[in-house]
């Protein structure tokens, strides 16, 4: 007899999980305290540029370490689960493990923004990436709409739309057919059919090559959304910030 | 950055499509945009432009070529900048213009304009800056302003009666000030450029203008400053003195140098649209390393590889055009081919740079890059080597590379460019390549020019490292593209891929799912996680998920979203706490008398971050305790996971909280071998919102005969039910004999009310509970 009730990001996690393992690709982890070469440089987001902006950082007093070159690097609590693809092609470039990688990562980020009910300074996000030979942007839609039919439970479309994520080129938002009203419209969209749920893209040749593998040879694709997002959709759960209170209001809900 | 229709119509020949199709087009191909605002002379949209497309699109003039290319419209070509000359008087003193570091300074152009009275702005002025949002000053400061939105180049300018001698951009002397135009008083630090005359600071270089030189109404003469600063210089000193502006966000953007002279010839015409008698002094462009234009190559095989498409030369070619890419088609091998004669006797010279410096001289390296115009590599000899597919000697044809270790010239054995720090334990400091008879082309300091050698002549004194190839069919055609100069995004072939991609539409791409073949492995600890979890379920745990940061712990942040928040938890009892004192004062809300709860969460020591887990148990009563109960589901845990060695630390006997490190707990077990999914399911499919109002109980006791059970009790009080009432629980029940041997059962139960609008009052949460104890009175039944 179950009477217990697991967090709705477990929930998820176990089932994004399950469905990425279905689909042959390994479940890993990483660090949330992050030195900034992973959590930046090697994603081809160098110091002293704009695109560090883009994401509000916490920033660790007093620790330092150094990068694979044995260069000072910083410490963050990382901003994005992204700091795995490069954790990932590491471990694979000195193992000697066979190609293509394919890991989903789900995992707690940090992100220093002022809080609301649909902004958490703390939240989750899966990362997706997929490395090899025969990589296309077409392979990610492919992936990425698996994903969400399961996990939504309805076979849905995706679209991507032109955006910068320095980790990917070319780097798309993505959006997923409104898994409600299967697009016809409906509050939940906001009656445009689509919900915008994550980033996407080709991974950078500069960020294959800061995880030590040759761009000239491989190709990878990535993607990443924020869990709490998902399940706010799936559950319509009002405000995000109650999840991490240790309500069992909210959990026994579940 | 707000955009003006009619500002963007003014460049565009066709009219411009509805607003809903600007937007659509935009999100979809290249921008979001957030807002939109139609107003009676023309609509705003607010577009959000990331930092790769801030170099052009920062500005209607580059904005208006992105509506170009997502609509297929036609740009007006005679809306490109030129010089006018038709004012130029040689009279009027030419500034002389001076830069100090042209690292950080890379271009500086000016000229002065005479003949000026400052007033007001022309209505159509003011309505284009105010529809975006800026404040109209004055004809000469708007105008300035108005190119900066337009060709996204900031501008400034100074009244030239104030300036004595030269302008410079140099650095700030020790004890140097600035009072910007809004009174802040700076004290500058020497790594500070600053533009200044030869007597005092004018203005902190690409971020605010001082105090001093600001135009008047008295102003005559304008001197105009049109510069570029290195990204990097303005994005830390903007950061040091803490001051952001329009400016300062272009320039540490970073934008083409060739915006300089367009920036200063388009604020020359328009002072002289506004003021028909002004005259203008010749151009001081002071322009240190010229820019060359990059060129970047695709092959139709290339882009359909990344994208996973069938795209063809028509499709590449229309995009192309709709984009005002100019672009060649060019064969490897029949380029080489033609190229290489013609460079042999080229002056040998190292470094040389293949943009800057060839075909008047090359390095080894550079004359490589040269002849594989269009194919992205690295620059260094050792980097094109470790880029390169490694071939055998015999494999080798006309194109293939030969690298050698010479000691010509700085013998490297580590990659620097590409794939950093890889090992080439034999060392390479020199590249060739190979012709169609097998000699080797190569630039040599040996014979000081570009030289054809046999093979054998090429490798007397050089040791041979490898041989490479960097295309695989000298004979596919590549686009290659002369990159707008504005564009400085684009740079190799992923980015043309994006671009291409994009205008097409990625809506044209079928999806693929990849054949993996297999199942893919849990990790680790989130798989004896889920079984430790099984176990918690069945002992009517729940999961929380708590704070990471929080006022205790030895890690700190450097800034926090609260004093109270910038710790990095070490354990997980503050959670555990937070979660306690809400859920046992929230127990009648939640249906549960004893809380039960536990979390998996990162928790971080000293240099280290472990995952911690802990069980907590409670039920608020003074004397309960619940460390038999708490002591026996850890030692199920024990076992589910048969761990040998299993220790952890009573954090608190009441509540009854234990916590322990569950990577050091798991460690010696096995990696597992398969996936496992989790058994739980939840049944919810809407989530209900919690009230942020307080609830109140009332606890109701009933006697009624034995044959009535709880159900019959509770559907008549749903039949009554006040949508106050949020729960009803049953919390005692027992049998009584009475003396006239009749049996009553007696149910106690709990409503728990409380409103999503208002805190209740005790008259209201009575008035609600009285419903249902009438209803059961009316039954007949004894309240007790």
């Known amino acids: ?23 042959g690709f390994d479940i890993v982890d990483g660090p949330e305290l992050e030195d900034e070469w992973h959590n930046f440089d090697a994603l081809n987001v160098p110091k002293n540029h704009p695109a560090r902006d883009m994401q509000d950082t916490f920033w660790i007093q007093n620790k330092t370490g150094v990068n694979v070159y044995g260069e000072p690097t910083g410490y963050v609590l990382r901003t994005h689960t992204s700091n795995v693809q490069i954790r990932t092609m590491e471990r694979y470039v000195e193992k000697g493990k066979s190609f293509p990688i394919a890991i989903c990562c789900p995992g707690k980020v940090f992100r220093n923004e002022a809080t609301d009910a649909t902004h958490e300074a703390q939240f989750f996000q899966i990362e997706m990436l997929y490395v090899a030979k025969d990589a296309s942007l077409s392979m990610m839609i492919g992936v990425v709409e698996k994903f969400f039919s399961e996990f939504f439970g309805n076979n849905l479309v995706i679209r991507l739309r032109s955006s910068y994520f320095p980790f990917v080129e070319p780097g798309n938002e993505v959006d997923m057919q409104c898994f409600k009203c299967l697009g016809s419209g409906c509050p939940l969209c906001k009656q445009t059919g689509w919900i915008e749920i994550g980033g996407a893209g080709m991974v950078h040749p500069k960020v294959l090559e800061a995880g030590g593998i040759n761009p000239h040879e491989y190709r990878g694709f990535a993607f990443g959304c924020g869990v709490d997002r998902m399940i706010m959709l799936k559950y319509e759960i009002d405000d995000l910030r109650l999840l991490y209170n240790g309500d069992l209001r909210v959990v026994n809900q579940f | 950055m707000k955009f003006f229709k009619p500002w963007l119509q003014d460049y565009i020949i066709e009219t411009l499509p509805e607003d809903a199709v600007i937007v659509e087009s935009l999100n979809k191909k290249a921008f979001e945009v957030e807002e939109v605002l139609v107003t009676a002379s023309g609509t705003v949209f607010d577009i959000k432009v990331l930092p790769n497309r801030a170099h052009d699109a920062l500005g209607h003039y580059g904005m208006a070529y992105e509506l170009c290319a997502v609509l297929s419209l036609t740009f007006k070509k005679d809306m490109e900048i030129k010089e006018d000359n038709s ?52 004809a000469i400061v708007d105008i300035t302003n108005y190119v900066q939105f337009s060709l996204n180049k900031p501008m400034h300018a100074y009244d030239a009666e104030t300036i004595v001698g030269s302008i410079q951009a140099r650095y700030a002397k020790e004890g140097e000030t600035l009072i910007t135009l809004d009174e802040k008083v700076l004290t500058l630090d020497t790594s500070t450029l600053v533009i200044a005359d030869d007597e005092k600071v004018l203005g902190l270089a690409g971020i605010k203008g001082g105090k001093w030189s600001g135009i008047s109404s008295t102003t005559t003469s304008v001197i105009l400053e049109s510069a570029n600063f290195d990204p990097v210089h303005i994005r830390k000193t903007a950061e040091k003195y803490a001051i952001r502006t329009d400016a300062s966000k272009r320039f540490e953007n970073g934008i083409a140098n060739s915006l300089v002279i367009e920036g200063l010839h388009m604020t020359a015409n328009l002072i002289k649209d506004i003021y028909p008698n002004v005259k203008k002094s010749y151009v001081c462009d002071v322009y240190p390393k010229k820019d060359v234009p990059y060129h970047v190559g695709i092959t139709v095989s290339e882009l359909n590889a990344i994208l996973g498409t069938q795209y063809d030369d028509a499709m590449i070619e229309k995009t192309f055009k709709q984009l005002s ?84 010239g700085v013998i490297r054995y580590e990659s620097v460019a590409f794939l950093r720090g890889t090992h080439v334990p034999e060392g390479v400091d020199h590249v060739g390549l190979f012709l169609e008879n097998g000699n080797i082309l190569h630039a040599t300091k040996l014979h000081g020019v570009v030289v054809e050698e046999t093979y054998e002549e090429f490798a007397k004194g050089r040791v041979i490292v490898g041989f490479g190839r960097v295309v695989s069919d000298l004979s596919e055609k590549r686009y290659v593209v002369t990159v707008p100069a504005t564009r400085l995004d684009i740079r190799i072939k992923e980015d043309l891929a994006e671009e291409i991609g994009r205008i097409v539409g990625y809506d044209t791409l079928t999806p693929l799912v990849p054949s993996l073949n297999r199942v893919g492995l849990p990790h680790k600890r989130m798989y004896y996680e889920n079984k430790v979890r099984a176990v918690l379920l069945a002992h009517n745990f729940s999961e929380i998920i708590t704070y990471s940061f929080g006022n205790e712990g030895d890690v700190k942040l450097k800034k926090g979203l609260a004093e109270d928040k910038e710790l990095l938890r070490s354990t997980l009892g503050s959670g555990m706490k937070t979660s306690f004192a809400s859920n046992l004062y929230n127990a009648p809300l939640i249906g549960e008398k004893t809380i039960r709860v536990f979390q998996f969460g990162s928790v971080f020591k000293g240099d280290s971050e472990f995952v911690h887990f802990s069980i907590g ?165 004894e309240i007790r």
Not at chain 2, 376 to 396: A, G, Q, R
């Open chain 2, 87 to 138: 004012y130029l008087d040689a009279l009027v003193y030419t500034p002389s213009v001076l830069i100090s570091d042209e690292l950080a300074c890379t271009r500086f152009a000016s000229l002065r304009i005479d003949n000026i009275t400052v007033g007001e702005s022309p209505v159509w002025l003011k309505e284009r800056l105010e529809a975006i949002g800026q404040r109209s000053i004055n």
């Open chain 1, 1 to 23: 007899m179950n009477n217990g009730h697991l967090h709705p990001v477990t929930i998820a996690i176990n089932k994004i999980s399950e469905i990425f393992s279905r689909m």
């Open chain 2, 617 to 781: 148990i409670d039920d608020g009563a003074k004397k309960s305790s619940f460390v038999e109960e708490g002591s026996k589901v850890m030692l199920e845990i024990k076992d589910i996971l048969a761990v040998e060695s299993f220790e952890y630390e009573t954090v608190s006997v009441k509540p009854y909280v234990v916590e322990l490190n569950f990577e050091t707990l798991i460690a010696p077990l096995g990696e597992p071998s398969q996936y496992e999914a989790s058994t739980y399911n939840t049944a919810i499919t809407t989530y209900t919102p919690i009230s942020p109002y307080p609830f109140i109980t009332r606890d109701i006791a009933v006697w009624v005969p034995s044959d009535i059970l709880w159900n019959d009790i509770a559907t008549i009080i749903n039949s009554v039910r006040d949508v106050l009432i949020t729960r009803i629980d049953l919390f005692d029940t027992f049998i009584k004999s009475f003396e006239d041997g009749t049996k009553k059962t007696s149910y106690a139960f709990r409503l728990v009310i409380q409103s999503y609008k208002k805190t209740l009052t005790d008259e209201e949460a009575n008035s609600v509970a009285g419903v249902v104890y009438n209803a059961l009175q009316e039954k007949g039944w």
């Open chain 2, 325 to 408: 890419f100019s672009y060649e088609c060019i064969v490897p091998y029949d380029y080489i081919h033609t190229l290489y004669p013609t460079l042999i006797g080229a002056l040998y010279k190292n470094p040389s740079s293949m943009r800057y410096d060839a075909p008047a001289s090359f390095s080894c390296s550079s004359l490589i890059s040269y002849l594989y115009k269009g194919v992205w590599m690295p620059s260094l000899s050792i980097d094109k080597y470790v880029f390169s597919n490694k071939i055998t000697h015999n494999e080798c044809r006309f194109g293939d590379l030969v690298f050698a270790n010479s000691g010509e």
